[in-house]
């Protein structure tokens, strides 16, 4: 198994290293390289990329506010001079935080950690398809069960989500993150802030708008590039 990486950082010696330290582990791959988190909404639409090496102090923007303001990325690991921004990165959810300068050992250390971590999230996705094709909510006093494929889109509202499939729609105290965890990735997509879609059931693209069932619904600003790098996925047909 590969993991496909990028390359983040301001300084040329930082990426230099960082590629010398890739291509002494078998299973790295350079996807690409940028010299500022702007750059990598472009690279993520042109590759595969299961692994971000992610520097903090950049200009324009640092490492630490694209990761707050992004969403669906790869695997982070943060590589940086600053080792006082750790617990900020933990609590993004990086990897593994590695503080400039640091060994080829512990290096590896932080990619293994990756590459388990995406062993075990592909086991994790394999045995749901496997062993489950819907879920469970409670609604009004009800625990109601919904299957996968019957779900249209869910919409978060407060501390609350509403659950719509074509027969009826469902109040659960949830949120659209805890939700987004538990849906199959293949199938179902964050496309705002505040709502999730059934990619099955995407009718039409219209504008920044998706025509699911009988709904239009908004695409974020921040989402829009990744939806429809997923929706059309090669399928448009050109002249």
């Given at each position: 198994?590969?993991?496909?990486?990028?390359?983040?950082?301001?300084?040329?010696?930082?990426?230099?290293?960082?590629?010398?330290?890739?291509?002494?582990?078998?299973?790295?791959?350079?996807?690409?390289?940028?010299?500022?988190?702007?750059?990598?909404?472009?690279?993520?639409?042109?590759?595969?990329?299961?692994?971000?090496?992610?520097?903090?102090?950049?200009?324009?923007?640092?490492?630490?506010?694209?990761?707050?303001?992004?969403?669906?990325?790869?695997?982070?690991?943060?590589?940086?001079?600053?080792?006082?921004?750790?617990?900020?990165?933990?609590?993004?959810?990086?990897?593994?935080?590695?503080?400039?300068?640091?060994?080829?050992?512990?290096?590896?250390?932080?990619?293994?950690?990756?590459?388990?971590?995406?062993?075990?999230?592909?086991?994790?996705?394999?045995?749901?398809?496997?062993?489950?094709?819907?879920?469970?909510?409670?609604?009004?006093?009800?625990?109601?069960?919904?299957?996968?494929?019957?779900?249209?889109?869910?919409?978060?509202?407060?501390?609350?989500?509403?659950?719509?499939?074509?027969?009826?729609?469902?109040?659960?105290?949830?949120?659209?993150?805890?939700?987004?965890?538990?849906?199959?990735?293949?199938?179902?997509?964050?496309?705002?802030?505040?709502?999730?879609?059934?990619?099955?059931?995407?009718?039409?693209?219209?504008?920044n708008m998706l025509h699911v069932a009988d709904r239009k619904l908004?695409?974020?600003?921040?989402?829009?590039?990744?939806?429809?790098?997923?929706?059309?996925?090669?399928?448009?047909?050109?002249?």
């Amino acid at each position: 198994m590969k993991l496909n990486c990028l390359i983040v950082d301001d300084e040329p010696m930082a990426r230099k290293l960082l590629q010398e330290y890739i291509d002494e582990i078998d299973f790295l791959e350079l996807a690409g390289t940028a010299e500022n988190p702007l750059k990598v909404g472009e690279l993520l639409r042109e590759n595969t990329v299961d692994l971000i090496f992610l520097d903090i102090n950049m200009p324009r923007i640092n490492g630490m506010d694209f990761l707050r303001s992004s969403v669906n990325l790869p695997m982070v690991i943060i590589t940086t001079a600053y080792g006082q921004y750790a617990l900020d990165g933990f609590d993004l959810s990086v990897v593994d935080y590695l503080v400039k300068p640091f060994s080829l050992d512990r290096f590896l250390k932080a990619c293994q950690k990756s590459l388990e971590l995406k062993m075990l999230r592909q086991k994790s996705d394999s045995s749901l398809n496997l062993a489950a094709d819907h879920f469970f909510v409670k609604a009004d006093g009800i625990i109601e069960k919904i299957c996968y494929r019957d779900l249209l889109y869910a919409e978060g509202m407060a501390n609350y989500v509403v659950l719509y499939t074509a027969q009826k729609k469902h109040i659960v105290y949830l949120t659209i993150k805890a939700l987004l965890e538990q849906l199959p990735v293949k199938n179902f997509m964050q496309v705002h802030k505040s709502s999730i879609v059934n990619l099955d059931h995407v009718k039409a693209v219209e504008g920044n708008m998706l025509h699911v069932a009988d709904r239009k619904l908004s695409i974020g600003p921040s989402y829009q590039a990744q939806v429809m790098d997923v929706l059309l996925n090669g399928k448009l047909l050109k002249r």
